[in-house]
């Protein structure tokens, strides 16, 4: 098994306890203020929350995924396992001044 295999499924399942996380803490705050700009970050969450899940269901459990990344050369192997990377950077940065 490829090694960036296991890091894009890592990241994609972090990325996805990041955005629950996340979303949690929009919810709430869209319940006590009914602010706009908390509703926007909601939808923004959720539209990220179902990428995320295509990314699980295609990193673990599709078969011509994970046949085809394998197939694929290192470079792209890299760059697509980089994309779900730094969605994590960025959710751990947007997490962290969150719950701040």
Known sequence: ????????????????????????????????????????LLVFGAFLLLENVVWVYLYVLNAGYIAWYRAATLEVQVAVTGLCLLEFVALVVLTRLTWQ
């Open 1 to 40: 098994m490829t090694p960036w295999l296991e890091v894009g499924r890592l990241a994609a399942a972090g990325n996805l306890g990041l955005l629950v996380a996340l979303s949690y803490v929009w919810v709430r705050n869209y319940r006590r203020h009914g602010a706009r700009h908390t509703l926007a």
